[in-house]
């Protein structure tokens, strides 16, 4: 993790650029820093929605944190600023994003959203030494270098939990599964569900998968539809999810769906709600929820945005305090000991009060969310 002699003077002279970039345009008072945090996630294509999100959460922190009087570190005052760069989920634009925010003074790595993505600049972060929280890269694995961590769940926790949800609390027994195959997300969480439904005794009935772009789901739930299923897992993100859920619909398959975390915002995917009716997903977040700072957050991110908030957006504002606990924590904006600062902060969050083991990985409880006449609606499982 540590810099070359070259890396540590080219930030510091980024750092005094950056200082005196915000100080010639008036933005701070004196004896005042900025903070750049470099996030990176889809703006555009598929997957925006989860980008955007997490960049509009992420702002709401941003300017919260700021308008209360920033961050104290040390004897200084920091001022935090977001760049927020389009990363398309894609590995090779990630890399190119990564530089692009690096190049701009960046201090710390908000993302990347998508695990794809996080993983193609895990390599680059290491070399940097850089603190680099992915607030939703599931993907086992993500956090393998010192200087990661991840608010999420992981892809086993997902498929573990939703195995036991369909065993222990729904009591069903035969299960079907529809996956994307190209996809690590998708088959790292079916690959834990399916180990954990053959441990608690359940069956996996009907396994199909399917390829990426793919849009006709027929062929494989008409197979489900005779396969004797009484449940169907969904490890998807909401495009593919909206589309089986659908489907399955005008086939008349007649079965529930429970996915994982991916299915956030896929109320706004539908035409029709009712076909999703009674789907349960997992999820760290629900607009719902009637914590006082849950409300907080929702009224003003309706104000800024005329949208209600979703699990990424909460993830991105949950990221930016916490790098705010590790800035604290540290005393310092140095890198090494922003990361060493990780595992000693917790934060009550949005998404759940959250610490950090050596490995990255988030202590964190599961939240269940159930769509019921189309609203999601959070429910307890024992």
Known sequence: MKKSLKKVLSLGLVSVMTASLFAGCGKKDSGSDAFIIGGLG???????????????????????????????????????????????????????AYNTVMDNGAQAILGAVTSDAHMAITDLTNDDGILTITPSASIAGATAYPNIFRLCFTDPVQGITMAKYAIETLGHKKIAVIYNNSDPYSTGVKD?????????????????????DAVDFSTQLTKIKGSGAEIIFVPTYYTEASYIATQAAELSVGLPFIGSDGWDGILAQVVDAKVLEGSVFLSPFVATDENPDVQSFVEAYQKEYKAVPDQFAADGYDVVYLIKAALEKAGTTDSKDLVAAMTQIKVDGLTGSVSFDEDGEPNKGAKFVKIENGKYVAITVE
């Not at 834990?192 to 990426?212: H, Q, R, T, Y």
């Open 42 to 96: 889809p703006l555009s294509g598929k997957a925006a929605s989860y980008g955007v999100s997490v960049k509009q959460g992420a702002n709401i922190a941003v300017e919260k944190i700021n308008a209360e009087g920033g961050v104290k570190v040390g004897d200084k005052t920091i001022q935090l600023k977001l760049n927020f760069v389009d990363d398309e989920a894609s590995p090779d634009v990630a890399v190119s």
């Open 192 to 212: 834990a569900f399916n180990a954990e439904v053959a441990k608690l005794g359940g069956e996996i009935v009907a396994s199909e998968a399917f390829e990426k």
